[in-house]
C-alpha cells in the first residue's frame, strides 16, 4: 500500500548509543517532516525537509541530525541518545508545501532511551 | 508565534451522543485548519480541512466550520460511535510562510461507550 514507512517501530537505547531512524514514502511527495509526540504536548516539529536537497530545523532540533537521502527517504539520527528523547517519532510527507495540502503520517517508532 | 488551544481532555461520551471538541488558534493572517485523528498505535490521519474563513470542513460525519471572528474551528458529530475513539489533533498552516509547517494542539483524548 502506498504511503509512509517508517523502521523500527520499536527501540531501547542506552543513553549515550546512536541510532537512525529510517522513513520513506512512496507517494512522490516533496516535502518530508520528522515530529516527536509526547504526552500533553502534541507533536512537536524536529526538522524539515522542504524538497530534495534541502532540510531545516524545526521547533526541537537540538540532539538530532537529519538526512534528506533522495527524494523517497528522509532519515533522523540521534548521536548521543538522552532520556529526554524517550518519545513516539512520527515522520510525515506532503506533496508540496503549499498551505492546503496536508501531511501524510507514518506509524510511528517509539524509542525508549534507559 | 503560531499557536493551537485544544479543550482539555479526556472526552468520555455514551454512544449516539453529540460531540463537541473545542479549538481555537492564534496566526498572523488567516492559516488554513486542519483536524487529525489518532487511532491507538497509528499514526495521524487527515480527517477534515478548512482554506479559509467560513469554510466548512466535512468528512465521516464529523463537521468544523473556520470562525475568523472568534478564531476558532471546533469539531463536531452528530452522533458518535464506539469506533470514533481516538485521539483528535487541531492543527494549522501559515499561508505567509515557505514550508507551511504544522502547528498542531495538544491533542483531545475521546472515548465512546457503547
Known amino acids: 500500500n502506498a504511503g509512509v514507512t517508517q523502521t523500527p517501530k520499536f527501540q531501547v537505547l542506552k543513553t549515550g548509543q546512536s541510532m537512525t531512524l529510517q522513513c520513506a514514502q512512496d507517494?512522490?511527495?516533496?516535502?518530508m517532516y520528522w515530529y516527536r509526540q509526547d504526552p500533553g504536548m502534541g507533536l512537536r516539529l524536529i526538522y524539515y525537509s522542504a524538497s530534495e536537497g534541502t532540510t531545516d530545523k524545526g521547533e526541537v532540533p537540538n540532539g538530532y541530525n537529519v538526512s534528506r537521502l533522495n527524494k523517497r527517504e528522509f532519515s533522523l539520527r540521534l548521536e548521543s541518545a538522552a532520556p529526554s528523547q524517550t518519545s513516539v517519532y512520527f515522520c510525515?510527507?506532503?506533496?508540496?508545501?503549499?498551505?492546503?495540502?496536508?501531511?501524510?503520517f507514518g506509524s510511528g517508532t517509539r524509542l525508549t532511551v534507559v | 508565534g503560531d499557536s493551537v488551544t485544544q479543550m482539555e481532555g479526556p472526552v468520555t461520551l455514551s454512544e449516539e451522543a453529540f460531540l463537541t471538541i473545542n479549538c481555537t488558534y492564534t496566526?498572523?493572517?488567516?492559516?488554513?485548519l486542519f483536524w487529525y485523528v489518532q487511532y491507538p498505535g497509528e499514526g495521524l490521519q487527515l480527517l477534515l480541512k478548512?482554506?479559509?474563513?467560513?469554510d466548512k470542513g466535512s468528512n465521516k460525519g464529523f463537521e468544523a466550520t473556520y470562525r475568523k471572528e472568534t478564531t476558532s474551528f471546533h469539531l463536531e458529530k452528530g452522533s458518535v460511535q464506539v469506533s470514533d475513539s481516538a485521539v483528535y489533533f487541531c492543527?494549522?498552516?501559515?499561508?505567509?510562510?515557505?514550508?507551511?509547517?504544522?502547528?498542531f494542539g495538544e491533542g483531545t483524548q475521546l472515548t465512546v461507550n457503547p
Open positions: 496566526a498572523t493572517g488567516y492559516p488554513s
Open positions: 510525515a510527507s506532503r506533496p508540496r508545501t503549499g498551505f492546503d495540502y496536508g501531511y501524510t
Open positions: 507517494m512522490n511527495h516533496n516535502s
Open positions: 478548512a482554506t479559509k474563513a467560513d
Open positions: 492543527a494549522l498552516a501559515p499561508k505567509e510562510t515557505s514550508g507551511s509547517r504544522l502547528t
